[in-house]
């Protein structure tokens, strides 16, 4: 019987306009992360056109790289569970 452990990351902050998933099985590969812009709607304009939240990009890339930070440790270490190299998590030429 083969069991495969898959781990699900996500960060998701209902005060921003985006979150962040991917999921880490141990492989030795570097984490795709997937950003996606949410409909934060915080109000209407008097012609009934939603107004969204302002994208604060310098937020974006600081959340995006802790986000990455974590995967990239959560991916290692289920990488040497499954009797990986785990450096290989590091670089996108990693098979």
């Known amino acids: 019987m083969d069991i495969t452990k ?7 902050d209902e005060n921003k306009p985006y979150k962040f ?4 099985v141990g492989d030795g590969t570097t ?3 997937m950003a996606m812009g949410t409909n934060n709607i915080i109000g209407y304009n008097d012609d009934g056109s939603p107004i ?8 974006l890339r600081s959340d995006q790289q802790e986000f990455m930070a974590a995967a990239i440790a959560t991916q ?13 998590v ?3 030429e990693a098979k």
């Open 6 to 12: 898959k781990i699900t990351l996500e960060y998701d």
């Open 76 to 88: 290692k270490q289920l990488t040497e569970n499954n009797g990986l190299d785990p450096e290989t």
């Open 90 to 92: 590091n670089t996108k």
């Open 52 to 59: 969204f939240k302002d994208l604060d990009e310098d937020q």
């Open 31 to 33: 984490p795709v992360v």
């Open 21 to 24: 998933q991917t999921v880490l």
